[in-house]
């Protein structure tokens, strides 16, 4: 394996080994096959990894590991649907190092000591969701982990009915959750709690490291990062579904693609998540739902902090995320944050959205680039009402129009583009993965053909649609 000696390090192992993890051995899936390779975030971290050697498909879908790696399982807690649900940790995902300026996790390779019930794979099904859905949102200018590599099986799962085994390898920069801190914070374990923030503070926000208020300063970012991801999905109409505390990282990127989806009309209420029967993480609550996570993460401090200065800190959050919301929004429609007559702006633009029957995303584009005609929709009209389309002429700056138009997608990541992408895998046939992945990175605000022909038949407008928590 000369060509894929790397450079790797296992910052996480230098914890104590059984209080902050365990050492797992991946097991290995039935007759694997590559789905995909993101060539292109391969080339942006420069790997000379050898994807034609069966050792690296026998690593990465759960055999003999790269010499390099060090497979561990991280223990972590959390709230789920606002409930405290103790020790839950990598169930079906092992930490493998870093390399490349990210941490490596490669899901669905088998059980570990915190999967509980279930049995430590993923399907083909969700693995397919998860590597278009993070690589779309990147491609969206959304903070998100990455895909690197995607592999089928014949490895029999079980869920609602019997599918099949897939590895997903997913870079981040970090997975610490929120969920990591209550951990130690739920089981009172304060030294071990300090050790994990000292190591969060060394590998996310190194600047702080020994400076005497770094708590304080450390859980001013995350509260800042927090709110501008959240403010990144509300401007592209992106529901996280599971926004758990588990799944809330403390690098500001989106986590776990579970249940996601995006908005077709503008609509507050609108619920991916079948288990979400109260509509708890809606799109539009999903920034009072990262203010109350973040409370979460203000009370794991209190041992370090006085109550006054986080809540102080935590105050701040919806001040945050409307900054954030704004210079989102002027960011994609190639306004002056500071004009005036935003906010008016983005509110006629929510009318349009939730009556004319656009999908979210088109009409950054239909604004953006008159030529543009529909794509997920080639038959519907992309109508802007004149004085919606005269309010925004008057207030563009045209030098932003190709910065804002680059990251307006021309296509749509939508629910029943994937669920074609998905039958088609299913069936042995990989290319409409590939292909996505591909158009993805050629850049969202060309049309792409696969999914115009693929996406063509949406449901209405206001159909429900709600995708199984099950993955
Ligand atoms: P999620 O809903 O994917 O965020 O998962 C919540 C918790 O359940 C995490 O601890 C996961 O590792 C665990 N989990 C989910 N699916 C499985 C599975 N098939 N096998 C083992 N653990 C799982
Ligand atoms: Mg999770």
């Not at 990455?146 to 997975?175: F, I, M, N």
């Not at 989806?261 to 609108?270: Q, S």
């Not at 997608?409 to 290319?431: F, N, R, T």
């Amino acid at each position: 394996m000369a060509r894929q000696s790397l450079n790797w390090s296992s910052p996480f192992s230098t914890l104590d080994e059984d209080v902050f993890y365990a050492k797992v051995s991946p097991s290995a899936l039935i007759n694997p096959r590559w789905v995909d390779v993101n060539e292109s975030l391969l080339e942006v971290i420069g790997l000379p990894l050898d994807f034609d050697n069966p050792l690296t498909l026998d690593a990465f879908s759960g055999g003999s590991p790269l010499e390099g790696w060090d497979p561990i399982a991280q223990v972590y807690s959390g709230h789920q649907f606002g409930q405290w649900a103790g020790q839950l940790g990598d169930g079906r995902g092992l930490y493998l190092g870093e390399c490349g300026g990210y941490e490596w996790h490669l899901k669905g390779a088998g059980k570990t000591p915190f999967s509980r019930f279930g049995d430590g794979r993923s399907v083909l099904r969700s693995a397919i969701r998860e590597y278009l859905g993070s690589e779309y949102m990147h491609a969206l200018g959304v903070s998100t982990t990455r895909a690197l590599t995607l592999v089928a099986s014949d490895t029999p799962v079980q869920r609602e009915t019997l599918e099949r085994g897939a590895t997903l390898t997913r870079l981040a920069k970090s997975h610490l959750r929120i969920g990591h801190f209550e951990h130690f914070y739920h089981q009172n374990s304060h030294q071990a709690l300090a050790e994990l923030i000292e190591f969060a503070i060394s590998q996310l926000d190194p600047d702080l490291n020994e400076l005497p208020d770094r708590i304080e300063q450390v859980f001013a970012r995350y509260i800042d990062r927090s709110a501008k991801l959240v403010a990144q999905w509300m401007a592209v109409g992106f529901v996280h579904g599971v926004m758990n505390t588990d799944n809330t990282a403390l690098s500001g990127e989106t986590l776990d693609y579970g249940p996601y989806g995006f908005l077709m009309a503008y609509r507050d209420d609108y619920v991916i998540n079948h288990t979400d029967q109260a509509g708890r993480y809606a799109y539009g609550q999903q920034p009072r739902v990262m203010h109350w996570n973040l409370g979460c993460l203000a009370e794991t401090l209190t041992p370090f902090l006085s109550v006054e200065t986080l809540r102080a800190l935590l105050n701040t959050f919806p001040e945050r995320y409307r900054l954030h919301y704004r210079l989102e929004m002027a960011g994609r429609l190639a306004v002056d944050p500071a004009h005036e007559d935003l906010p008016e702006l983005v509110d006629q633009l929510k009318g349009v959205w939730s009556k004319n029957g656009m999908f979210y995303p088109e009409l950054f584009i239909a604004l953006l680039d008159e030529s543009f005609k529909g794509l997920s929709r080639p038959t519907a009209e992309m109508i802007v009402p004149e004085p919606l389309r005269a309010l925004w002429e008057s207030m563009a700056e045209s030098s932003q129009i190709e910065e804002a138009r680059a990251k307006s997608p021309a296509w749509m990541l939508s629910h029943w583009l994937l669920d074609q992408v998905i039958e088609s895998a299913e069936a042995g046939d990989y290319a409409p993965v590939q292909s996505l992945r591909k158009a993805i990175h050629q850049g969202i605000g060309q049309p792409c053909d696969v999914a115009t022909k693929l996406g063509d038949s949406p449901p209405d407008l206001n159909s429900a649609y709600h995708l199984s928590c099950s993955s």
